[in-house]
């Protein structure tokens, strides 16, 4: 399974930013996949994660700014993430979980600043 993550950028402080990760290879039945991030000098966090039959849990991190969606057609996996501030500035990487096995994609860098 290979993940590829996209939509990272640099967005100013209240700004909106959209993250999309693409899983390939084989894929089948029941699956997670989700969002973490990694801030400099911070463990990395759950942002946010979903079922293929679309139960979503929230971290901490992002809670109440972010909204998690899936489109199992595509195995693709998007974060909505709104009313971003400077410390949310991180790596965010896409993971999926398949069989008890995880599978991490490469991460995308969120810049939060004006």
């Known amino acids: 399974v290979q993940l590829q993550a996209s939509g990272g950028g640099l967005v100013q402080p209240g700004g909106s930013l959209r993250l999309s990760c693409e899983a390939s290879?084989?894929?089948?039945?029941?699956?997670?996949m989700g969002w973490y991030r990694q801030a400099p000098g911070k463990q990395l966090e759950l942002v946010a994660d979903i079922t293929n039959d679309g139960v979503a849990n929230y971290g901490d991190a992002l809670k109440g700014r972010s909204t998690i969606s899936r489109d199992n057609n595509d195995n693709t996996v998007y974060l909505q993430m709104d009313s971003l501030k400077p410390e949310d500035t991180a790596v965010y990487y896409c993971k999926m979980n398949l069989n008890w096995k995880d599978y991490w994609g490469r991460g995308t860098l969120v810049t939060v600043s004006s």
């Open positions: 290879g084989s894929i089948f039945s029941r699956n997670v």
